[in-house]
């Protein structure tokens, strides 16, 4: 993390040029690929990164140490040289050095991209534990990451940000309901008798070779809620075996966003 | 941010921000490793090994024959060889020695870590500069005390402190100039092969000069052992100035350098 003449801007109220070691004394920083000296221990990675914060007894500096190296259980590794350390484990060492001086906001940069499924979800439970008591910052392509772990979400297309909000809020934040059925049957005549209803907005339908899945958007909860199953089973081809009103996914909402933004631009 | 029980924040300000923990971590690579011990043994054997051989085979050599210029003595000639020696051997692996320090650390991404902390880059390249107290002390002390003792026992003279002073003040001198100015190669060049080829091909280029004609060195070693000090404290002078300024000019590039 470092900033160069030219940019602009502040952090935390400090001055992003003039200002960047006071950033760098409250923020914590994990790069994608953590780079650390390859011949020293988990140990002393924390004791040599811990040292550019404080100073006082080692002993207090140990005591960081240990701390750091419980809160990413690396406690039974603490002494092996880095060179021997998976993907998953130099990412906990990485997030480990990024909080050794308890920041204001710790920044990681897509903390849990190469790593296999363990190691992701190692990653992701300490970020929960970090989130009680730091600010975290990430960046990510790993939408259920975000679902899991995160209180606000900013989307950004090529560098400009097109969503800001609190995570709930944008998964509840389409205007339209949406209810999902899956059918067996003819579901043609059914189609056409929902289409011409004025409180039905849209029907997206996925076929497969067994059943039909629609998902039906709708401006008017109450009336769909009661009429909806009874209007698509009326002539008794159709048979239900589905219903509810969908979840949203973040990823439909990134989807959904950078596709409006497409089309506007 | 919260303080953890007796911990303070460290206190260090400016250029100086993160100067001490670099410097120990520098320094610990050097004597915290059998680095050190390794290169005592390697200089001892190149640097005493070569000067026994050459002072073994100018004493077979007749008497009169045995120094290029009349005026100098065969004591004179033999710390003559040794500084020769030392400067081109001790060149050569400060060069090699330097030449990783910025790049490996630029290409292994270990630079862009550690500025990630609130660390000054002056602190970062300055920090370099741990090796050299390790590397003075196997390089050129070890080796000079060694030496001392050969050319006792070739010539039963031991040199003054009048003359191994200016002798070795060429030799540090000679070999911080070559630290720094790989440093600064360093931050200036993008491969490591091209950094120690320049600063190598710097050290040929001087040192031809003194070799070719033998009269620099020559020159400058007569009027050491004859206490005349003005030449060789010149050069001195002119190789830390040098040295001062590779490391400023390496100091503002790498100010400059994005990761």
């Known amino acids: 993390m470092v900033f160069y003449k030219g940019e602009s801007g502040t952090l935390l109220g400090y001055d992003i040029v003039r200002e960047s070691i006071a950033i760098r004394q409250r923020v ?10 390859e011949q020293m221990t988990a140990r002393e990675t924390l004791r040599f990164a811990a040292r550019f914060f404080y100073a006082g007894p080692t002993a207090a500096i140990e005591d960081r140490v240990v701390e750091a190296l419980d809160l990413v259980g690396l406690t039974g590794k603490a002494d092996r040289p880095i060179r021997g350390f998976s993907g998953g484990e130099r990412q906990r060492l990485g997030i480990a050095q990024a909080q050794i001086n308890h920041p204001d906001v710790l920044i990681l940069d897509e903390p849990a991209a190469s790593l296999d499924p363990l190691g992701r979800r190692d990653v992701l439970e300490i970020m929960q534990r970090l989130r009680q008591s730091t600010t975290i910052f990430y960046s990510t392509h790993l939408l259920d990451d975000v679902q899991r772990v995160s209180d606000r979400v900013a989307i950004l297309k090529q560098g400009e940000l097109i969503a800001q909000a609190p995570i709930d809020a944008l998964l509840a934040g389409s205007d339209k309901v949406t209810y999902e059925l899956t059918m067996q049957g003819e579901t043609q005549a059914a189609y ?3 289409t011409q209803q004025p409180w039905v907005s849209t029907i997206k339908v996925e076929a497969l070779p067994d059943r039909t899945i629609w998902q039906v958007a709708v401006n008017d909860e109450r009336t769909a809620q009661a009429q909806l199953v009874a209007l698509v089973t009326a002539d008794g081809l159709v048979n ?4 509810g009103r969908k979840q949203y996914e973040l990823e439909d909402i990134f989807v959904s966003l950078v596709e409006e933004k497409n089309h506007a631009s | 941010m919260q303080a953890n029980g007796t911990l303070r924040p460290t206190n260090e300000r400016g250029w100086r921000r993160g100067l001490a923990n670099l410097w120990y971590k520098e320094s610990h690579l050097w004597w915290g490793t059998w680095q050190w011990l390794i290169h005592v043994g390697l200089w001892a054997f190149l640097l005493n090994g070569l000067y026994g051989i050459v002072l073994f085979a100018v004493i077979q050599a007749p008497a009169e024959a045995r120094t290029p210029e009349p005026g100098l003595t065969f004591f004179g000639f033999g710390l003559f060889l040794f500084t020769i020696l030392t400067l081109i051997f001790t060149g050569a692996g400060a060069i090699i020695l330097a030449q990783g320090t910025i790049i490996g650390e630029k290409q292994s991404g270990t630079a862009a870590w550690v500025l990630s902390k609130p660390v000054s880059r002056t602190a970062f390249l300055l920090a370099k500069c741990a090796y050299l107290p390790g590397m003075l002390l196997t390089m050129l002390m070890i080796p000079w005390i060694v030496a001392i003792l050969e050319t ?7 040199p003054s402190l009048t003359i191994m002073l200016p002798l070795l003040g060429w030799q540090v001198s000679s070999l911080v100039f070559f630290f720094c100015l790989t440093l600064l190669l360093g931050t200036l060049c993008r491969g490591r092969t091209l950094t120690a080829g320049i600063s190598l ?6 040192n031809q000069l003194v070799m070719s004609t033998l009269k620099v060195g020559i020159t400058m070693t007569r009027d050491i052992i004859s206490g005349q000090f003005l030449f060789p404290l010149q050069v001195i002078i002119a190789l830390l100035c040098g040295a001062g300024i590779c490391l400023f000019i390496a100091i503002k590039r790498f100010e400059r350098e994005e990761f």
Do not use: E, K
């Open chain 2, 201 to 206: 091909l710097v050290l040929v280029l001087l």
């Open chain 1, 240 to 243: 239900v075996i589905g219903f």
């Open chain 2, 152 to 158: 006792w026992l070739v010539t039963r003279q031991i």
């Open chain 1, 192 to 194: 056409t008798r929902l």
């Open chain 1, 28 to 37: 914590g920083y994990l790069a994608q690929d953590p780079r650390f000296y």
